[in-house]
């Protein structure tokens, strides 16, 4: 059964660091993306970073310079590091995998996100408070 299971999320202050991660299954070895995203209470659904073959990696302005998406081939796992975060990164986080024939972009990420392609975490809450 195809399973991406997220995990790492907590309460921290402004400013502080957390690393999500999520284990992917090996039915979803094929995936060429592997992105983040996430849900903050009454808003939409936001393209946080993708990571296109483990490599080519697209973020949102919001996060820019602050979080990092990486690959790890090995462990089968995607993590997504998280630094001086701030009250407005509170949200529900999720995992998803999909195989696309096209290249990362920025449109990619947000029409990822709108459409919700693929396969798909059940999620870990970050809370940061100020």
């Known amino acids: 059964q195809a399973q991406l299971v997220e995990s790492g999320g907590g309460s921290v202050q402004a400013g502080g660091s957390l690393r999500l991660a999520c284990v992917v299954s090996?039915?979803?070895?094929?995936?060429?993306?592997m992105g983040w995203f996430r849900r903050a209470p009454g808003q939409g659904r936001e393209g946080v970073a993708l990571i296109y073959r483990g490599e080519s990696t697209v973020y949102a302005d919001s996060v820019k310079d602050r979080f990092t998406i990486s690959q790890d081939n090995v462990k089968k796992t995607v993590y997504l590091q998280m630094d001086s975060l701030k009250p407005e990164d509170t949200a529900m986080y999720y995992c998803?995998?999909?195989?696309?024939?096209?290249?990362?972009?920025?449109?990619?990420?947000?029409?990822?996100?709108?459409?919700?392609?693929?396969?798909w975490g059940q999620g870990t809450q970050v809370t940061v408070s100020s």
């Open positions: 998803a995998a999909v195989y696309l024939n096209m290249g990362p972009s920025a449109d990619l990420l947000e029409n990822w996100a709108r459409t919700r392609l693929g396969n």
């Open positions: 090996r039915e979803l070895y094929t995936s060429n993306y």
